[in-house]
């Protein structure tokens, strides 16, 4: 059986019981997908903004997670709402699931910055071509493997979220139902189900010198039966143009990225991981590209540089 087998039934071993692992998307540029974690993000960069971010995980593995997301949202009603919209692919072995989300917050200026809580109401097609599966030299049934699965899945999710021009801390839970990814009977003695995700995550800037300035942020994740994750990541911007940073998995990555602000509407972002546990003898590393293009850019519209 092929090593992407065998990630494959480790997935589908896991997700049947009550999904110890994480179900959802992973993105090391995740300050740059936070509208993909939290819907009181929607409008929080106060313009109309549009990234569109793409992941090739575990680079040499067949059948190893290929992802890409476009999320899109801005301010109305002079910045007291945000509506977000998020497209997502997401592909892993003989699985995929296609999804849409759309978000929705309400916004309260404050002093210093602005509080939002959001809701999220999503919907995903997820497909397993289980029956595909190479099941090596000894045929026979397994119930595991005997049948595909075709389903739409609606959930919901919610968070609150609070940002000012150096500082930000955002908390939400996604997946509040439990759907089920397939469904016992016909001899299938287990069935996945969608698990909750809940996200806790924040940053600031800080001013180090001329010109300098350093942005530690941290996503903390949990999903139920499962160990909680932290990405610790640290940003050095110089003069508000090119950013260079690492970041750190626990008990699974480190990473470097880079970020370019090309122009006041435009941003780039790169990031490659290499694996600190033995999966790094079978990949060359997770590479993932970002692009961030904000409209309606005018004089006064964004007053210093956004961070977040």
């Known amino acids: 059986m092929k090593l992407h087998y065998y990630i494959l039934f480790s997935f589908l071993l896991l997700t049947s019981m009550n999904a110890i692992a994480q179900q959802n998307a992973m993105f090391t540029q995740y300050m740059f997908n936070t509208l993909a974690l939290n819907p009181a993000y ?64 309400y916004r309260i200026p404050l002093e210093q910055g602005t509080l939002s809580f959001g809701l999220q109401g999503d919907v995903n097609q997820y497909r397993a071509n289980l029956t595909s599966v190479d099941l090596g030299s000894s045929p026979g049934y397994d119930p595991a493997f005997a049948n595909n699965v075709n389903k739409a899945l609606f959930n919901f999710g919610a968070g609150a979220y609070y940002n000012s021009d150096k500082f930000y801390v955002g ?89 370019i602000q090309a122009t006041p509407q435009i941003r780039f972002g790169y990031s490659y991981d290499r694996s600190v546990t033995r999966l790094q003898n079978f990949n060359s590393g997770s590479h993932e590209i970002m692009l961030r293009y904000e409209f309606g850019f005018q004089k006064g519209r964004i007053i210093s540089p956004r961070y977040f």
């Open 42 to 105: 929607a409008g929080s960069r106060n313009v109309v903004s549009a990234t569109a971010l793409v992941r090739s995980q575990w680079t040499g593995i067949e059948g190893a997670p290929q992802t890409g997301t476009f999320t899109i949202d801005a301010p109305f009603m002079d910045n007291r709402l945000g509506v977000g919209l998020q497209l997502i692919t997401d592909k892993l072995g003989v699985t995929q699931t296609n999804g849409a989300a759309l978000s929705l917050a």
């Open 171 to 259: 908390l939400s839970a996604q997946n509040l139902v439990p759907n089920r990814l397939s469904e016992p009977g016909d001899g299938e003695p287990l069935a996945g189900k969608q698990a909750m995700h809940v996200f806790l995550s924040s940053g600031y800037v800080f001013p180090v010198g001329s010109d300098l300035n350093l942005k530690p942020s941290f996503l903390i994740k949990y999903v139920n039966g499962a160990p909680i994750e932290g990405d610790i990541n640290g940003t050095l911007w110089i003069k508000d143009v090119l950013g260079i940073g690492l970041q750190y998995r626990t008990s699974a990555d480190i990473a470097a990225l880079l970020e």
